[in-house]
């Protein structure tokens, strides 16, 4: 059998170097600004398949950001594998409160610093690393798609797949872009909540007034807007729109003290919402406030704001569907906007939560690569965070088996302040999905 470790040793220094390259391009796929960078990114990824011995590459869109998809054909007799991850990243956030810049990728104790670095460009180049290691030949067909679009929540994905469906078809869909328990212990991610966002805006004023010359029988828009968005949770933390479902977990609780250690919590801060912590990360819904559009305090003055903004954020819990949660979230808000305030609610991206089999032979496999790369045996759990690919992938192609797989850890801050992946992991990442691949073609 193929010595994989010494394959890949040879291949993950130049990976790494390719890794820390795309992580370099600010590709914010919800920023019109940066549209060209997304681009940029897909592109270079299009180069990098073409090195790594893929015989056909296409770069596609479907009147959003890029994607790409390419081809290393099946062996006869053989399966394929969709090896999918996402080019596209977060904003930043304050750049200030990084400790590097976000678009310098830097090193530090054995970690790689920077936006994308874990969400998902390691997942990219973790599936390249791969490939290079079999030196262009997988022992299995490989479709490999790169999407541009997945943080806005993949708006054209159902449009690509239509367009593509026979290009993308696959026995085996391999998704790196999760979380694993531990740095040494694998995960396979068993359930998925989805997503729905969407703008409401709050009108009381034809314009801007002096506070003092008519504040008191007049409101404001940004307190109407304020007390309307408290609305979203009960007294106790817990999701107060109707019509959601809620489920819950049998699975083990996580220990409170890791929790808040690995979500940054300040001593003093409680947390919300009732239930074990795993029912409220994978089973209940959460809503968060996650923009206003107001004056700064620094541009602030004495008047009354005659309109603001929000964007609110759904998670919405396996069980339920993205039509119905933003329905019932534009039917709280608009129900309770207070003072006869005139209120519009604009909707944003959705996507689907799903739950995944995970018996099988396929999984059995899997199992068994992953416990060796890891050296410790592959842990199933539920994640908090939303995939929108795969509720539309399974619907596509209902006959193959999904494997969600981890790239980053709890420490790895996806979407926050000094995102970053641990190397050693990334490496026993690559040593799994080798292995499995490997397994694949021997049956």
């Known amino acids: ?96 409160e990084w400790t590097s810049p976000p678009f310098e990728p830097t090193e530090r104790d054995g970690r790689l610093y920077g936006r994308g670095a874990a969400d998902d460009k390691a997942g990219v180049l973790m599936h390249l690393a791969v490939l290079r290691a079999f030196q262009g030949r997988p022992p299995v067909g490989v479709v490999l798609f790169i999407e541009g679009e997945e943080e806005i929540g993949s708006p054209t994905l159902t449009a690509l797949l239509a367009q593509h469906r026979d290009a993308l078809r696959s026995d085996v869909i391999v998704i790196a872009d999760s979380a694993n328990a531990a740095v040494d212990v694998p995960a396979f991610t068993t359930s998925l909540r989805g997503l729905v966002d969407l703008y409401v805006e709050v009108r009381l004023l034809e314009r801007p007034v002096h506070s003092g010359m008519f504040g008191g029988p007049s409101g404001d828009a940004l307190t109407i807007l304020c007390r309307l968005l408290a609305t979203l949770h009960d007294a106790d933390g817990n999701v107060a729109i109707d019509g959601l479902h809620v489920g819950s977990s049998t699975a083990p609780d996580v220990d409170e003290q890791v929790y808040r250690a690995d979500a940054g919590l300040v001593p003093s801060a409680q947390l919300i919402g009732c239930g074990s912590i795993v029912d409220r990360l994978w089973d209940k819904p959460s809503a968060a406030v996650i923009g206003i559009d107001a004056p700064s305090t620094a541009q602030a003055s004495n008047v009354l704001l005659p309109k603001a903004r929000a964007k609110v954020s759904l998670r919405i819990a396996p069980g339920d569907d993205a039509a119905t949660a933003m329905k019932a979230l534009t039917q709280h808000l608009e129900s309770r906007v207070e003072w006869g ?103």
């Not at 914010?28 to 590459?57: N, T």
């Not at 790239?407 to 926050?416: E, N």
């Open 1 to 96: 059998m193929t010595d994989l470790r010494a394959l890949l040793a040879d291949v993950l220094p130049a990976s790494r170097a390719d890794l820390e390259a795309l992580a370099r391009i600010p590709s914010i796929s919800s920023e019109p600004e940066h549209e060209s960078d997304v681009r940029a990114a897909i592109d270079r990824v299009a180069q990098l398949a073409a090195d790594a011995g893929a015989q056909q590459v296409d770069v596609v869109e479907a009147g959003g950001h890029p994607g790409l998809i390419a081809h290393w054909p099946a062996p006869e007799g053989m399966p394929t594998v969709l090896l999918y991850a996402h080019a596209d990243v977060q904003p930043t956030g304050p750049l200030e």
């Open 341 to 443: 305030a005139e209120i519009s609610v604009t909707e944003g991206s959705s996507g689907d939560p799903f739950s995944l089999e995970t018996s099988g032979a396929v999984y059995d496999l899997a199992r068994r690569a992953f416990a060796e790369a890891y050296g410790n045996a592959a842990v199933e759990s539920g994640i908090g965070g939303s995939i929108p690919f795969i509720a539309e992938f399974a619907r596509t192609y209902p006959g193959a088996t999904v494997l969600v797989t981890g790239v980053g850890d709890p420490s790895s801050r996806w979407h926050g302040i000094d995102e970053s992946l641990d190397l050693a992991m990334w490496e026993r990442a690559c040593l799994a999905e080798a292995l499995l691949l490997q397994g694949l073609a021997a049956g």
